[in-house]
């Protein structure tokens, strides 16, 4: 039934139905169900619909935030999906993942007095919706176009780029390293966080729509970039970050001490069905352990929520600020508590103490002092205020940073910034390279999904513009050679 809006003052927030922690310990499945219908238009008719709709504003895709909302209140799913999709090719992964209590919900105005409008779970169930009616269709150009572009890495910025290209015309392939399209959405992101079938949806929906796939193809292994620039009119670097960032303690070397990542593909291709000796060995499986992992991300909160569902004896969060100083999402830490979770905030290690493997960390508390020149508290070890952790795992979640991405590629003319990320001129998103474009995490950082399927469309309309010109310089070249 149609709603009115503006219901904020008299109807509370509301999520789709949250599973219990007892049960969510037990599986990898999303936390959250869905709203019905019903639900979805009582919530989203909370929107006052405000002249400058702050949501938006954070947003970093600039969803029409309101107009949805609006449309979900009177029933009209179909044209709010329409407009959800015209600024996003991913809604129901945003829905999902989006930080939404740093983003739009975060900004949304009625929070001040009331809870703000349950924005994600919206944009999740118009997606869903239009997923069951078939409304969610391959893109589909008006007209071909004979040019090419190469896109290198099957993340959210090189699948959303590759969507926006095909949509006008071009010819596109896609390749990755991985065996998989999806890049940290399919390796990265837990299961209970993106059920894996939203991303093979998408894959396979764009595959239908014509573009190609190219996995296990490694750029710098397979071809060099050079090489791939003579096979495309235009390339797209959206390779990511991978190189994880390490502590310098003693101990460090021992066995059982593991990097995020590789733990988290292990569970990840596990849960896929794939055969991983390593996790198969004990290396990377946390059953029955003491798990401690170092770091405050979003990466830390997936593995401490994996190794819950691993069925580890305990498992502990060490990290060197705050809560409230946490880079990871609030509601995450929520969640993970509520699944068993000991956070010891304002602590990081001194040393890994063990024979061949890890069996103690021994760490010191810290307190926050003076902000540093970005604003933040500098985190201070306390003095003599050591104490020990037995563990036999320890998780390494310190964040991310670019590889050498000149020498990989092969092409030192690749020029970088002093963090190591390709250097991109912020109007045209190019390279020091003529016709080689980058988007995403490799550009910004580590970062988040949102912000790369905002990059890989922008870069697409860039590529756009660089490849139109470059039909038209054709066209004035052959007709000056006639
Ligand atoms: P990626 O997703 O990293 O994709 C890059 C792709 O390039 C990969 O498929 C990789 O295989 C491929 N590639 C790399 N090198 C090569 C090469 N040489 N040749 C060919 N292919 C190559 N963000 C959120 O918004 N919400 C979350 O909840 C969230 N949770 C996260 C949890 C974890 C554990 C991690 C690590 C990150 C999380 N993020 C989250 C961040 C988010 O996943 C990234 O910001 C986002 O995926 C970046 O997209 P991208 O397309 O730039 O790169
Ligand atoms: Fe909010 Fe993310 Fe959706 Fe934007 S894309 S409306 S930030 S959930
Ligand atoms: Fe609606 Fe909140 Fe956005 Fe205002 S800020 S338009 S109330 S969702």
Redesign the pocket.
Known sequence: MPQKLLQFVVREKAMPRKRQAAERRRDFAEIYGEFETEAAAEQAARCSQCGIPYCQVHCPLSNNIPDWLKLTAEGRVEEAYEVAAATNNFPEI?GR???QDRLCEGNCVIEKGFQSVSIGSVEKFITETAFAAGWVTPPKPRRERAQSVGI????????AAAEQLRRSGYQVTV????DR??????????NF??EKQVVARRHALLAEGGIAFVTN?????DASLPELRARHDAVLI?????KARDIACPGIGLKNVVP??DY?IAANRKGLGDAVPEFDSGALDAAGRDVVVIGGG??AM??VRTAVRQGARSVRCLYRRDRENMPG?QR?VRHAEEEGVEFVWLAAPEALLGKRKVSRIRAHRMHLAMPDSSGRQVPEPIAESQFDLETDLVIKALG?DPEDVPA??GEPALKVTRWGTIAIDHRTMMTSLPGVFA????VRG???????IR??RDAAAQIERYLEAQAAAAIVRAEAAE
């Open positions: 945003c993942i989006c930080p290198v890495g099957a993340g959210p910025a090189g699948l390749y990755d390293r991985y399209i999806g890049g940290l959405l399919v390796y990265g992101i837990p966080k993106l193809f490694a750029l710098g292994r959206a390779t990511g970050v991978y995020a990542l988290l979003d990466t997936d593995c999402s995450e991310f990989l590629f988007a995403g995490d490799i580590a970062s988040l999904v949102v912000w790369a990059d890989g």
